[in-house]
């Protein structure tokens, strides 16, 4: 069974700019969660969609946005990237109600 | 506010002996915690978890301890391997599909 998918795994943006990232949940998966996990950090949950809504936002700025397509894949878009924003983006989905699998992340280089 | 707490940045065991990790938290609310196991670069990967009605899970050399009147939770690996050496986060949650409240992470180094 094929795991949790994003894609690209290392993208280099500047200040200002925009960049969207995006995940595939395992086969069978309706919720995907994403998380930031910035240098030194913890992971910090950024969204949570389930059967295409959005159903929960941690405490990011708006220009964080996302959405959740019918296939349960998903994106993440960042607007007026900030030179904060340089961190390995973690996307997850649920098997078992709690269990959370996370895809092997994206890393963001703003500079 | 950081409600789930890994005190110990680091923690360095011999090989053939138990790793143990520990996490406070702060929020009664939570009903379910888990442990993930994080090597650079990659994702986290999920080892062993524990709901609040429990106070001890075990899967192989991973048991998992809950006191809920201390609210601290603790991960032991016995025996530890070499292999185990990665960066340890214990993560909570409120509610059955919600986000995970994760702690700082401990970095497991475990000597040959």
């Known amino acids: 069974e094929a795991g949790v998918t994003q894609s690209p795994t290392h993208l280099i943006k500047t200040r200002g700019q925009q960049v969207t990232l995006r995940c595939s949940p395992i086969s069978g998966h309706t919720s995907v969660y994403w998380y930031q996990q910035a240098l030194g950090l913890g992971l910090q949950f950024l969204l949570w969609?389930?059967?295409?809504?959005?159903?929960n936002r941690g405490n990011f700025p708006p220009r964080f946005s996302g959405r959740q397509f019918p296939n349960y894949s998903s994106e993440l878009n960042v607007n007026a990237l900030e030179l904060e924003d340089s961190a390995l983006y973690l996307c997850a989905s649920t098997l078992v109600l709690y269990e959370q699998y996370f895809g092997p992340g994206t890393r963001l280089t703003v500079t | 506010d950081q409600q789930v707490k890994q005190n110990s940045p680091s923690l360095s065991v011999q090989e053939g002996r138990i790793s143990i990790l520990n996490c406070d938290y702060t929020n009664s609310m939570f009903d379910y915690f888990l442990w993930y196991k994080k090597y650079p670069a990659e994702g986290p990967t999920f080892l062993i978890s524990?709901?609040?009605?429990?106070d001890k899970n075990e899967d192989g050399r991973f048991t998992v301890f809950l006191n809920k009147s201390a609210k601290h939770l603790s991960l032991h690996i016995v025996p530890s391997q070499p292999g185990d050496s990665a960066v340890y986060f214990c993560?909570?949650?409120?509610?059955?599909?919600?986000?995970?409240?994760f702690g700082q992470g401990t970095e497991l180094s475990v000597k040959p």
């Open positions: 993560a909570a949650s409120v509610g059955q599909g919600g986000k995970l409240i």
């Open positions: 969609y389930d059967e295409g809504e959005e159903r």
């Open positions: 524990i709901s609040s009605i429990k």
